[in-house]
């Protein structure tokens, strides 16, 4: 059972850094266009090499 | 949040003008000098991802562009420019690459653009969800028989858990059930409320005393289960709200100022007062009441008042707000504007008949004030019974908590939200916005159908109805004439000419007079299209929408008669609602032949012409008198009293801005055909209802006596909750 000192407050890290994902996927507004995001994956733009800096920023979107 | 904020603001130079300076800068420019060097444009026709690309692309590619990005859910690109790049610019230039494209005011967006509450719900939701899958794995090892101090320590760590999770997840429904209790009321909030507060409690006390059982799973699952509902009925009011705000945001309030020296300016609608000059062009609509002092042209008045036919107009008559200008500037003397004018006198009206309106209570209202007395009862009882019965406060209190618990209002909470997001969505996919929340209870009430005629069953488009009667020749030079002016009558009369084949004669001389028609010389001779007058025909022909040609000089006047083409669908959708076994009715203020010749032709057996908007109104109020459920249908300005009279009203998305306001539907598309769907999706919804109230009750019956008779462990709340959660959500899936 001594196991269990290190396995609880593992589970609880892991949940935990899902959670502070689902924050900051919330924050940087992600679930705004959700239709078009799933769109934009067959945009063969930027497939080659990321998009430049400046635009990368997800805040810059109003 | 506020990090977030901070960090993008510069980067929008629109919000850094600061209200000081704009206030330091002298007043009347205002408005030009606040402009935001945001723009955006609503996008009607994007579908796939290729249109994204098409949009995004074409944007960037224009010089003065500096970010552009496309919304495919809202239908929206926003765009970063310069400014000194225009709306009309970019319009130009997207209508270029084959999309059509409105500029949107942000200004009316502003409520929606940052949807706050939203994501606060699904914040609390997120943390609800993440304190709940922990709990539950803890909960099950003491299930699966984990005990003395294993099970202690289980238990101190879901309340270490659970207790915060629900602090902040909780919140809304301790805001919602202390705004109502302070209120002397009793909502659904104030059982949920004292569930999860009384559970936390008992189950923290439990926990100190090593005690057996705990309920932290049970009251982080409850809030879980309810904001799920909560965010699903926020959500559906969102996007109905942020649908109908961009179709008010798509009438950019901008009007054409003449100053004092003759020159033109652009400002927004709110800066004009009384005695201000006003230029309106052909095909704009009247922004204010005024006198017209120059010019001279013909105005539509179907919004206001339902006729079909044009209105002649000179100098020294009077407009009103809302009037559509056909053929000539006109320059206004403003007698009236904004919140003074005829346009907002009529939503005085409107206040007074939705005062009329009896207040309707929604189904989940009604259930929860059966609900919420009686679980408390049970409650209160159950625990009475077990402290005399054995002494124990603690077990009875357990007890309380047990069956408030088994009690929730889990199934009852999503029971409604559940099907009104479903059929709200399969309504949007139609096109149909939804935009109240019981709009669909009451739709499913309905007994009486009452349309109103122009721009509601037809298009208030005018079709040409002797064309094919016309001479070759003739022909030709109608043709010729109606092609040098913009009015309606004859931009139809040109397109319905040219869909025959015919050539333009060769004219000269076109020259348009603005209130009465075109004329041109035609082999030496005058050739003219018009008002009947002034071609030289006595009396017009009554109670008909016409225009008159006449031909080389000397020839008789050739009547050109027009009839209002009916919506698509139209005669469909009178046939479906009136196949559901209601009564359809047609009240309309235009003239008696136009009225019965449309009735007929769409099947509709009641009609009335010559209506007045008061007498619309009075007329659903003597049906609602008689017992009746009125749904009204309308657009215009005439029916905006009738329609907040009527128990549920709908208007198409092309009616004028008071009357999307009244009603409860808004139409989005521009055919008909699937307003008799709306009525069966409303009564299959109220069905589905009904059989979740009914499926949360059999779980609570079954469910209750355990709780009471002290039988209920943790195990037995968590499944008789989750059970009857799925049971009732996959029930409202059944409506799509």
Same mark, same amino acid.
């Given at each position: 059972m001594e196991v269990l000192v290190y396995l609880i407050p593992a589970s609880l890290f892991l949940g935990g850094l899902g959670l502070v994902g689902f924050f900051w996927t919330l924050r940087s507004h992600q679930y705004e266009d959700p239709e078009g995001d799933s769109r934009r994956i067959l945009n063969s733009q930027w497939d080659d090499r990321p998009k430049p800096d400046g635009e990368m920023d997800q805040e810059g979107k109003p | 949040m506020a990090v977030t904020d901070i960090?993008?603001?510069?980067?929008?130079?629109?919000?850094?003008?600061?209200?000081?300076?704009?206030?330091?800068?002298?007043?009347?420019?205002?408005?030009?000098?606040?402009?935001?060097?945001?723009?955006?444009?609503?996008?009607?026709?994007?579908?796939?991802?290729?249109?994204?690309?098409?949009?995004?692309?074409?944007?960037?590619?224009?010089?003065?562009?500096?970010?552009?990005?496309?919304?495919?859910?809202?239908?929206?690109?926003?765009?970063?420019?310069?400014?000194?790049?225009?709306?009309?610019?970019?319009?130009?230039?997207?209508?270029?690459?084959?999309?059509?494209?409105?500029?949107?005011?942000?200004?009316?967006l502003a409520a929606t653009s940052n949807d706050k509450l939203g994501r606060d719900l699904l914040m609390r939701l997120g943390v609800a969800g993440f304190a709940m899958m922990n709990v539950m794995l803890l909960s099950i090892s003491v299930w699966a028989g984990a005990d003395a101090a294993t099970r202690d320590m289980f238990h101190w760590i879901s309340a270490g858990i659970a207790l915060p999770a629900i602090a902040f997840s909780a919140q809304p429904f301790f805001r919602n059930a202390w705004a109502a209790l302070r209120g002397g009321r009793l909502?659904?909030?104030?059982?949920?409320?004292?569930?999860?507060? +009384?559970? $936390?409690?008992?189950? #923290?006390?439990?926990?100190?005393? %090593? /005690?057996?059982?705990? &309920?932290?799973?049970? @009251?982080?699952?409850?809030?879980?289960?309810?904001?799920?509902?909560?965010?699903?009925?926020?959500?559906?009011?969102?996007?109905?709200?942020?649908?109908?705000?961009?179709?008010?945001?798509?009438?950019?309030?901008?009007?054409?100022?003449?100053?004092?020296?003759?020159?033109?300016?652009t400002v927004e609608l709110s800066a004009i007062c009384a005695g201000d000059l006003v230029l309106v062009k052909p095909g704009g609509r009247m922004p204010v009441d005024g006198e017209i002092t120059q010019g001279a042209s013909e105005i539509d008045r179907s919004l206001l008042t339902g006729e079909t036919a044009p209105v002649p107009c000179a100098p020294g008559d009077l407009v009103q707000a809302?009037?559509?200008?056909?053929?000539?500037?006109?320059?206004?003397?403003?007698?009236?504007?904004?919140?003074?004018?005829? +346009?907002? $006198?009529?939503?005085? #009206?409107?206040?007074?008949?939705? %005062? /009329?309106?009896?207040? &309707?209570?929604?189904? @989940?209202?009604?259930?929860?004030?059966?609900?919420?007395?009686?679980?408390?009862?049970?409650?209160?009882?159950?625990?009475?019974?077990?402290?005399l019965g054995t002494g124990d406060l603690r077990v009875a209190l357990n007890i309380a908590a047990a069956v408030l618990i088994i009690t929730c209002p889990c199934a009852l909470g999503l029971a409604v939200p559940a099907v009104t997001t479903a059929a709200s969505g399969r309504l949007f996919r139609k096109g149909m916005l939804i935009k109240d929340a019981t709009a669909l209870e009451r739709l499913a009430d309905v007994d009486v159908v009452v349309f109103d005629k122009t721009g509601t069953l037809t298009q208030g488009v005018p079709v040409p109805m002797d064309a094919e009667r016309l001479h070759p020749d003739q022909a030709a030079q109608v043709l010729a004439l109606a092609q040098g002016?913009?009015?309606?009558? $004859?931009?139809?009369?040109?397109?319905?000419?040219?869909?025959? /084949?015919?050539?333009?004669a060769a004219l000269e001389d076109l020259r348009e007079v603005p209130g009465y028609g075109i004329e041109a010389i035609f082999a030496g001779q005058n050739l003219r299209l018009g008002r009947a007058e002034w071609v030289g025909h006595e009396g017009a022909l009554p109670d008909e929408t016409a225009?008159?040609?006449?031909?080389?000089?000397?020839?008789?006047?050739?009547?050109?008669?027009?009839?209002?083409?009916l919506r698509d669908g139209a005669g469909k959708a009178v046939a479906d609602l009136?196949?559901?076994?209601?009564?359809?009715?047609?009240?309309?203020?235009?003239?008696?032949?136009?009225?019965?010749?449309?009735?007929?032709?769409?099947?509709?057996?009641?009609?009335?012409?010559?209506?007045?908007?008061?007498?619309?109104?009075?007329?659903?109020?003597?049906?609602?008198?008689?017992?009746?459920?009125?749904?009204?249908?309308g657009d215009g300005l005439n029916d905006t009293a009738a329609l907040a009279a009527a128990h549920v009203s709908m208007s198409p998305a092309s009616g004028l801005d008071a009357a999307r306001v009244a009603s409860d539907i808004v139409l989005m598309r521009s055919d008909l055909t699937e307003l008799g769907d709306a009525y069966v999706t409303a009564k299959r919804s109220v069905a589905r209802i009904a059989e979740n109230f009914r499926l949360a009750t059999l779980y609570n019956i079954a469910a209750v006596p355990l709780a009471v008779a002290g039988l209920a462990t943790p195990l037995i709340a968590a499944l008789a909750m989750s059970a009857s959660s799925i049971t009732v959500s996959l029930n409202a899936l059944r409506v799509r």
């Open positions: - | 960090g993008s603001a510069p980067e929008r130079p629109g919000t850094v003008v600061c209200p000081g300076c704009v206030a330091g800068s002298g007043a009347g420019e205002g408005p030009e000098l606040a402009k935001d060097a945001r723009i955006l444009l609503s996008l009607p026709t994007i579908h796939c991802a290729a249109c994204i690309a098409s949009v995004e692309e074409a944007l960037q590619a224009t010089p003065g562009v500096e970010e552009a990005r496309v919304n495919l859910t809202l239908k929206r690109a926003s765009i970063e420019t310069s400014p000194d790049l225009s709306a009309a610019d970019l319009i130009a230039v997207l209508d270029r690459a084959g999309f059509e494209a409105h500029e949107l005011d942000p200004g009316a909502n659904m909030d104030v059982p949920i409320a004292l569930a999860i507060l +009384l559970a $936390a409690g008992t189950s #923290l006390y439990e926990t100190s005393q %090593s /005690g057996a059982h705990a &309920y932290f799973d049970a @009251a982080i699952a409850l809030t879980f289960f309810l904001l799920i509902g909560r965010y699903l009925d926020h959500r559906t009011r969102a996007v109905a709200r942020s649908a109908a705000e961009e179709l008010a945001a798509l009438e950019v309030p901008r009007v054409t100022r003449l100053t004092g020296e003759g020159q033109e300016e809302g009037e559509v200008n056909l053929t000539g500037p006109l320059v206004l003397r403003t007698i009236a504007a904004g919140r003074d004018s005829s +346009l907002h $006198a009529l939503a005085d #009206l409107v206040a007074v008949a939705e %005062s /009329g309106r009896a207040k &309707y209570s929604s189904l @989940a209202d009604r259930a929860a004030k059966l609900y919420a007395p009686g679980v408390h009862i049970i409650a209160v009882l159950a625990m009475a019974g077990w402290w002016s913009a009015h309606p009558l $004859a931009s139809a009369l040109a397109k319905d000419l040219t869909a025959r /084949g015919v050539e333009p225009t008159w040609f006449a031909g080389p000089d000397g020839a008789v006047p050739v009547a050109l008669r027009f009839r209002d083409a009136r196949a559901a076994g209601l009564d359809v009715q047609l009240l309309s203020g235009d003239s008696a032949a136009a009225v019965s010749a449309l009735a007929h032709e769409v099947g509709i057996e009641t009609a009335k012409a010559g209506v007045l908007p008061a007498e619309k109104a009075a007329h659903i109020a003597a049906l609602s008198e008689q017992g009746r459920k009125v749904l009204m249908v």
